[in-house]
C-alpha cells in the first residue's frame, strides 16, 4: 500500500503515469518520507477493515435519498409500528425565546424577514419549474391510514388544524440505522417561497483539524446529543399554516376531542388540514434555526462566550488555558479541551441548560481522551484526527471499483465523490485528485457508461492516498517562514527567522476569511491604500459622519478577528533571498506566481527538519493564494500546481498555511541584475497618463471642476482657469477660448498664420471687414486654384471666425461666403466610398496575425457599431454591459454621464447594441476583453498607435498605406447592412446616432460597396473571401466556438503563403501568439494525404509508407511522392512541436486524424502519448453524418473531450445512432462531388459538441 501511495504522489507531480527506476542514491528527505509514509500506511491498515468492491460500492451508492427511486434510496413505505415519532408535548420551547437578537431582529417579522416579496414570488412562479411533491404510496392511497398517522402527530403534540392554509407539505419515511423509520416532509414547494437563509455558522469534521494542542497536554472531548431537536423547536404562528398537510375530514378531529384553540374551524368541504407546529425537517430554514439554537444555548449553558466556539470560517480557540471550546452541529454537540474537570463542567452545564429548555439529551460522553465525531475519530492522546475506519474502507474500495472504469452513471460516481470529499476536508491539499470526475458527473449524470480512464486514474489516486488522510493536532510551528514572487521573466524565494507565536497568529488566519471581517476592504484597495481613510476631520469630511454599519450585524457570521499581515513582519530587512531563477517559457503571471509558491515548497521539503511541521507561506498574488488554501482550482493549469503541492505536503507529513501579502510590501528582490524585473518596487507615486482622446481630455477637466459646494467649485475653476488660460486674441474669455479643442486651436492658427503672410495683413483686429472681406475672398480663390479642396477653405474661413468673432453673423464677410458657395458648386468634394466586409475582414486577420488582437477588434467594433475611432478608444471595459434579463446581447455604454463625457454633439449616455449578425463573435470577444481590462481602458492603445497598425495592415494586404482612413468604418458598417437588408433606413440612423436624414443619406452609399470591392486586385479579394472565414463566420468549428464566446483566429494554408506553417515567419508568429495570448486550445487538423492508407497495390497510385521500417517514407518513390512525404513529415514535426509547446504552456491541444492514419505509429506521436497525451475516437454517424468516418483526436489534457467520444456499434452493417447503412466514403454524388470530400469537414453537431465542452471546462 505505501507504494502505491508513493506511486499516485509522483503522478501526482509528474502529471503523467510514471514508471521511475529506483534510485540507487535517494537523498536523506526521499528516505525519510518513504519511512513517515510507510508508518503512516502500516498504523492504519491494521484499522481500516477491508471491503469487497462490491459491498463497498453497493453499501455506499444505497444511501443515496430520492423522492421517486426507492429500489435505489433509503425511502421506505408507511409502516406503522416501525415509524418514530417524538413525543413533541403541549408546549414545546418556541423559537423566540431561545435564539440571540440577531434571531429576535429576523421574528419580529418572519413574514417580511423570510418570506419574498409578492414580486419576487410572481417571478418565481413564471420562470420556475413545476414541483411534483412526493407523497408516501401508503398515506396517499388509504385514507384511513392516513387519518390515524395525523392522529399520532397530533397526540405527540406536533400538529394543531386550519381551515386555511397557505401552502402545503407532503410526508414520506426513510430508514434510520436501527430499522425504524424516520419522518421526512417534502417541503420542496413551500421552500420556493422562503427567501435564502443567511450564511450559517457550521462546523464542520474538518474543524477539528483547527484545533491545535498545547506541548505536554491532552485533548479530552465530551459529547451529547438531542433527540428528536428538529420536532422539538415551535414554529411561529405565522408561519404555521405555510407547513399543512394533506386534508382530513372534520369529523376525524371532533372524535379525538380536539380543542377549540388547536383548530380555527372547517372549511366549506368539512376538510381540516394539519398544520406543523413546529420546525418541519426539509425546510430550508430549519437546519439555520437548530443550529442557531443549539450553539446559543450550549454556550449559556456552558458558561462560555462564542468566541470559544469552533467554526469553519475564523481560527479555532486557544486551548492553551485550559478552557474549553464547544463543536455544535445540528443536534450534535462536542465540547473539547486540555482541563478534563471544566470540559466535563462545561457539558454538564451545557446538557442541564438544554434539558431546563424542554429538550431531550440522550447518547453522552463523559470527558475523555477519544471520541468519534461528524465521522472521523479523535484521539487526545496522539493528536490525530482521521476518518471513521469502518467508513473509510468503504470509500477506499469503492474508488478502487471506480479505478477498473466499470459502467456507472455521474450520480452514482457524485455519491462516492461526496463520501470522500468530506474526509479530504481535513487535508485539503487532496482535493486536487479530483477534476475528471466532476467532468464526467456532469456529463454522464443519467447515462450509464462507462467510466473515462483520466477519472479512472484520479479514482485510483484517492484510493491511493485516503489511508493518509488525517490531521496531526501536535504538529509545531516552523520558525522560518517564506515568501515569493515572480514576474514574466523569473521567480524569487525569500525566508526569514521569526517567533513562533508571531508566525502561529499569521498562520492560523485563512485569507478566504477576510470576505466575511466585518470592516471588509478589497484586497488591491487595501495594498494601494484605498480604503477608506480613518483619520477624516469630523468638522469638514461629511464621510466622517456616515453610519459604519447600517443592518444589525450576526456575531456568528461576522468575522471580527480577521487581521492582515501586518507592516512590519515584511520589513525588508529582514529578510533574505533564498534563492532566485529565470523561467524560460514564457506563462500567464498568476502562474508564474504558482510556480514560485511550488518552488518555495519543494525548497522547504528538501530538509528534513521542515518534516512534520506547520509552515508560513507568503505571496502576494491572492488568487494563488486562495487557490493553494483550498486545494483545488478549476482552471486546469492552476490545478496542476495545486497537485504539485499536494504530492509535496503529503510526502513531507506537513502542511502550508498561506497568506497574501500587501503587493507593495513584496521582499522577494533577488539579486541577480539579469533577474532585476522579478522585483516588486515599493509603490510609488506616478504620473498618469495623459488621455489620449478628446473626449477622455474634456471627461478629464470636466471631473476635475467638479466639487460638493458651491465655493469649493469656485476654488477649482478659477485654477484651472488660471493654468491653463492660452487666449487666441486680447480680451478673449477663459469659456471663449474653450468654445473649441486646443487641437482644433492649434489648426486655426497655423491656417491664420498662413493667410495673414500671404496677404500681409500686420493687425487682422483693426482691419475694417470689408478689407478683410476683400483679403479673405482672394485668398480662398487661391487656394482653390492652388488644387485645396472645399474642405480647406472651410477651415480656412472658420480660423477667420474664430480670431474674429463679430464676424460670423450671417451678414458679415458676404463675399467669403459667396466664394465658399461657388467652390462648393464647382467642387462639392467627395466623401470616401465605403469599405466591403471581406476588406475590413481581412485587415482585421492581417492584424490578428501579427499579434495585434486589440487593433483588430477595435477595427471590428468601427465597423459593427458604426464608431468613430476617438469614440471606439475611449470606451471603458466597464461600458461593455454583459446580456441580460432585458437584452440578449453585448451593449455598448458611449460618453456615460457619470464620467462627465459627452458626443460631437453633445450627448451621453448613448447605447449601441452589438448584434451584428455578420460578426457574432464580436460580442462575446468584447466580453472577454473587458473582463481582462476590468477598470481600465477597453483598448490599450493610442490613435496614432491604431492609424499606424492601420496603415501597415493596408500595406501588407497590398493596397497602399493611403488607401483608406479609420473614418471610414463608421460609413462602412451602415453601407454594409443596408446591401445585406440587414437593418432599415431608421434603424441605421438610430444606430449610428445621425441627427437628420440627410447625414444618413450622405454616409450610407450601400450601392457602392459592390463596386468599389470589384476595383480592388483579383489578389486582393481572393485573400479578403478567406478572411471572411478565418473570422469564423462559416468554418464550422470556428463558428461554434465563436457562438460559444471564443474568439477564432485560422491559420491556414488555403489563406495563401502568409500562413504556411512551414515557413519560419510564421511559425514564430504562433509561438508568440502562444506566448502573449490568453490562448485556451490550439487545434491542429493536420492533413493526411500522404498518412492515408487508401494508396495500395491495387495498380492505382501506389503506397508513400508502410507500418514499420519505413512509416517515414518508403525508399525509391517518385519524386512528386517525395516532396510529398517530405511535406507530411514536416507538417507533422511542426504539429508535435506546437503540442509540446502547449503543453508547457497549459494550452489545451487536439490532434486530428482519421482513424486509420499512419501518422498515428510515428514515433513523434507516441512521444506525445508518453507525455501524457490521449486518444478520443469519434464516428461521423453519431453526430448525423450518413457516413461513418472513424477519426481519432490526440488531446493533452484529454478531461474536457471525453464527453464528446462516440463511436458506433454497428449491428449487422446498420449505424447504431441512425439505424440506416452507412454510405462509402468512394465515387461522387449526383453532383460530382466526390464522397470523401464531401466528409471532410466536421459535423455541426460535432463541433458544437466540442465548442461547448471547452466553454464548460475554461469556467
Known amino acids: 500500500m505505501a507504494n502505491k501511495v508513493i506511486g499516485s504522489l509522483n503522478e ?274 430549519a437546519m439555520w434555526w437548530a443550529q442557531r439554537v443549539h450553539q446559543v444555548q450550549a454556550l449559556i449553558g456552558a458558561g462560555l462566550s462564542d468566541a470559544r466556539l469552533v467554526r469553519a470560517d475564523r481560527p479555532a480557540p486557544d486551548l492553551s488555558g485550559g478552557e474549553p471550546a464547544v463543536i455544535a452541529y445540528a443536534d450534535n454537540l462536542n465540547v473539547t479541551g486540555t482541563d478534563e474537570e471544566r470540559v466535563q463542567k462545561a457539558k454538564d452545564g451545557a446538557v442541564a441548560r438544554l434539558r431546563t429548555l424542554g429538550f431531550g439529551v440522550h447518547e453522552e460522553l463523559d470527558a475523555c481522551a477519544s471520541a468519534t465525531s461528524l465521522g472521523f475519530s479523535v484521539d487526545g492522546a496522539t493528536g490525530v484526527v482521521k476518518p471513521v475506519p469502518d467508513k473509510v474502507g468503504l470509500v477506499i474500495a469503492a474508488f478502487r471499483w471506480l479505478a477498473r472504469r466499470p459502467r ?131 468638522f469638514s469630511d461629511t464621510q466622517s459622519v456616515k453610519p459604519h454599519i447600517v443592518l444589525p450585524e450576526d456575531p456568528f457570521s461576522i468575522n471580527p478577528d480577521f487581521n492582515e499581515v501586518p507592516d512590519d513582519f515584511m520589513t525588508a530587512s529582514e529578510w533574505s533571498v533564498a534563492f532566485a531563477c529565470e523561467m524560460h517559457h514564457a506563462e500567464p503571471i498568476t502562474i508564474l506566481e504558482a510556480r514560485g509558491v511550488v518552488a518555495a515548497v519543494r525548497h522547504k521539503c528538501r530538509v528534513v527538519q521542515n518534516f512534520g511541521k506547520k509552515h508560513l507561506h507568503l505571496n502576494d498574488n491572492l488568487a494563488n493564494v486562495l487557490c493553494a488554501e483550498k486545494g483545488r482550482s478549476a482552471s486546469y493549469p492552476m490545478l496542476r500546481v495545486c497537485r504539485r503541492l499536494c ?85 478673449q474669455t477663459f469659456l471663449e477660448q474653450v468654445a473649441i479643442s486646443q487641437e482644433v486651436a492649434n ?120 464608431l468613430r475611432p ?6 471603458h471595459a466597464n461600458d461593455v454591459v454583459r446580456p441580460n434579463r432585458s437584452s440578449k446581447h453585448f451593449t455598448i455604454n458611449l460618453h456615460p454621464l457619470e464620467r462627465y463625457e459627452s458626443s460631437k454633439v453633445g450627448l451621453s449616455d448613448e447605447t449601441v447594441v452589438i448584434d451584428s449578425p455578420a460578426l457574432p463573435q464580436l460580442g462575446p470577444m468584447l466580453g472577454r476583453l473587458a473582463k481582462l481590462k476590468k477598470g481600465k481602458d477597453l483598448f490599450a492603445l493610442t490613435y496614432p498607435l491604431l492609424r499606424a497598425h492601420w496603415e501597415s495592415a493596408l500595406e501588407q494586404v497590398g493596397l497602399g498605406s493611403q488607401y483608406a482612413v479609420m473614418y471610414q468604418l463608421r460609413h462602412s458598417g451602415p453601407s454594409h447592412d443596408r446591401l445585406a437588408n440587414l437593418r432599415s433606413l431608421m434603424e441605421v440612423k438610430l444606430r449610428g446616432r445621425w441627427g437628420s436624414d440627410s447625414s444618413v443619406k450622405r454616409y450610407e452609399a450601400h450601392g457602392k460597396v459592390a463596386g468599389e470591392f470589384q476595383k480592388l486586385p483579383q489578389e486582393v479579394q481572393q485573400a479578403a473571401g478567406q478572411a471572411e472565414k478565418d473570422l469564423g463566420r462559416f468554418a464550422n468549428l470556428s463558428r461554434a466556438c465563436a457562438e460559444c464566446g471564443f474568439a477564432c483566429i485560422a491559420v491556414d494554408i488555403d489563406y495563401g503563403h502568409g500562413c504556411d506553417v512551414l515557413r519560419t515567419g510564421v511559425l514564430s508568429r504562433i509561438f508568440k501568439m502562444l506566448d502573449t495570448l490568453p490562448i485556451v486550445l490550439v487545434w491542429f487538423g493536420m492533413p493526411g494525404t500522404s498518412w492515408s492508407r487508401a494508396r495500395k497495390d491495387d495498380g492505382g497510385p501506389p503506397p508513400l509508407r508502410d507500418d514499420g521500417e519505413h512509416i517515414l ?66 464516428d461521423y454517424c453519431q453526430y448525423k453524418m450518413p457516413w461513418r468516418k472513424a477519426t481519432l483526436f490526440l488531446c493533452e489534457p484529454a478531461e474536457w473531450l471525453q464527453p464528446v467520444s462516440r463511436t458506433c456499434d454497428a449491428h449487422f452493417g446498420r449505424c447504431s445512432a441512425s439505424g440506416q447503412r452507412h454510405i462509402l466514403l468512394q465515387g461522387t454524388d449526383a453532383t460530382g462531388t466526390s464522397y470523401a470530400a464531401r466528409a471532410q469537414p466536421y459535423p455541426r453537431a460535432l463541433c458544437l459538441a466540442i465548442a461547448r465542452s471547452l466553454k464548460i471546462s475554461v469556467l
Open 12 to 285: 501526482m507531480y509528474a502529471q503523467a503515469p510514471v514508471n521511475l527506476p529506483q534510485s540507487e542514491h535517494p537523498t536523506l528527505a526521499q528516505r525519510v518520507a518513504q519511512t513517515q509514509i510507510l508508518n503512516q500506511v502500516m498504523a492504519v491498515s491494521e484499522s481500516i477493515p477491508m471491503y469487497s468492491e462490491r459491498e463497498a460500492s453497493r453499501t455506499l451508492l444505497q444511501t443515496c435519498l430520492s423522492y421517486s427511486e426507492e429500489a435505489l434510496t433509503t425511502v421506505r413505505p408507511y409502516q406503522p409500528d416501525l415509524v418514530s415519532l417524538p413525543q413533541v408535548g403541549t408546549d414545546p420551547p418556541a423559537l423566540r425565546d431561545l435564539v440571540d437578537d440577531f434571531g429576535r431582529d429576523i421574528l419580529e417579522d418572519p413574514l417580511g424577514n423570510m418570506l419574498l416579496s409578492p414580486d419576487e414570488w410572481g417571478h418565481k412562479i413564471e420562470i420556475g419549474d413545476t414541483i411534483r411533491p412526493y407523497m408516501d404510496p401508503v398515506l396517499k392511497t388509504d385514507g384511513a391510514a392516513y387519518v390515524q398517522f395525523v392522529q399520532r402527530l397530533f397526540e405527540g403534540g406536533m400538529v394543531s388544524f386550519t381551515e386555511k392554509p397557505r401552502d402545503l407539505i407532503t410526508p414520506f419515511f426513510v430508514t434510520k440505522k436501527s430499522g425504524k423509520l424516520r419522518l421526512v416532509l417534502d417541503c420542496r414547494g413551500v421552500n420556493q417561497r422562503f427567501r435564502e437563509p443567511p450564511s450559517i455558522a457550521l462546523a464542520a469534521g474538518s474543524s477539528w483539524s483547527q484545533l491545535e494542542i498545547p506541548l505536554g497536554e491532552d485533548l479530552f472531548i465530551a459529547q451529547s446529543d438531542i433527540k428528536d431537536y428538529f420536532y422539538s423547536l415551535r414554529l411561529p404562528h405565522e408561519l404555521q399554516p405555510f407547513f399543512c398537510l394533506p386534508a382530513i375530514p372534520v369529523q376525524a378531529i371532533h372524535a379525538w376531542g380536539v380543542a377549540n384553540k388547536d383548530w380555527t374551524g372547517a372549511s366549506v368541504e368539512g376538510l381540516v388540514f394539519p398544520a406543523f407546529r413546529v420546525v418541519p425537517m426539509g425546510w430550508s430554514w
Open 408 to 538: 456507472v452513471n455521474g450520480r452514482a460516481v457524485e455519491k462516492l465523490v461526496g463520501h470522500a470529499i468530506h474526509f479530504m476536508l481535513v487535508r485539503r491539499e487532496m482535493l486536487c485528485c479530483m477534476r475528471s470526475l466532476y467532468d464526467f458527473i456532469q456529463r454522464s449524470y443519467r447515462a450509464r457508461r462507462r467510466l473515462w480512464p483520466s477519472a479512472a486514474r484520479e479514482a485510483e489516486w484517492i484510493a491511493n492516498l485516503l489511508p493518509v488522510c488525517h490531521a496531526n493536532l501536535r504538529r509545531v510551528w516552523s520558525e522560518v517562514p517564506t515568501a515569493s514572487d515572480a514576474s514574466l521573466s523569473g521567480i524569487a524565494v525569500c525566508s526569514r527567522h521569526a517567533g513562533v507565536e508571531q508566525v502561529s497568529e499569521i498562520g492560523r488566519c485563512k485569507e478566504a476569511w477576510r470576505f466575511k471581517a466585518r470592516d471588509f476592504v478589497a484586497p488591491r484597495e487595501s495594498a494601494i491604500g484605498g480604503a477608506e481613510d480613518l483619520s477624516l476631520d469630523p
Open 647 to 731: 504530492a509535496l505536503v503529503i510526502a513531507a507529513n506537513c502542511t502550508f498555511h498561506h497568506r497574501s501579502m500587501k503587493r507593495s510590501r513584496s521582499c522577494s528582490d533577488p539579486p541577480d541584475p539579469l533577474l532585476a524585473n522579478v522585483t516588486i518596487p515599493m509603490l510609488k507615486e506616478s504620473k498618469l497618463a495623459e488621455p489620449s482622446t478628446l473626449s477622455a481630455r474634456r471627461s478629464s477637466i470636466r471631473r476635475s471642476i467638479q466639487g460638493n459646494s458651491k465655493e469649493e467649485k469656485a476654488v477649482k475653476r478659477q485654477k484651472l482657469a488660471v493654468t491653463s488660460a492660452q487666449p487666441r486674441f486680447p480680451g
Open 747 to 866: 489648426d486655426y492658427s497655423r491656417r491664420l498664420q498662413k493667410f495673414l503672410q500671404v496677404a500681409k495683413i500686420k493687425n487682422i483686429f483693426t482691419m475694417p471687414m470689408t478689407k478683410l472681406d476683400a483679403c479673405l475672398a482672394k485668398f480662398l480663390e487661391s487656394m482653390f486654384l492652388g488644387g485645396s479642396d472645399i474642405s480647406e477653405g472651410n477651415k480656412t474661413f472658420a480660423a477667420v471666425l474664430d480670431i474674429r468673432p463679430g464676424s460670423s453673423q450671417m451678414g458679415q464677410l458676404p463675399r467669403c461666403r459667396r466664394c465658399l458657395k461657388g467652390w462648393a458648386n464647382l467642387d462639392p468634394g467627395a466623401t470616401r466610398p465605403p469599405l466591403s466586409f471581406l476588406l475590413v475582414a481581412l485587415i482585421a486577420t492581417n492584424l490578428l496575425l501579427r499579434n495585434l488582437p486589440e487593433a483588430a477588434l477595435a477595427i471590428l467594433l468601427m465597423f459593427s457599431a458604426y
Open 870 to 875: 476617438g469614440e471606439a478608444l475611449g470606451i
Open 1113 to 1178: 517514407g518508403l525508399p525509391d518513390l517518385r519524386r512528386a511522392d517525395q516532396a510529398k512525404v517530405a511535406r507530411g513529415n514536416a507538417l507533422l514535426q511542426v504539429t508535435t512541436d506546437l503540442a509540446h509547446a502547449c503543453r508547457r504552456r497549459g494550452i489545451r491541444s487536439v490532434i486530428e486524424n482519421p482513424a486509420s492514419s499512419r501518422a498515428w505509429l510515428t514515433p513523434q506521436i507516441k512521444h506525445l502519448q508518453v507525455s501524457g497525451a490521449m486518444f478520443v475516437p469519434v
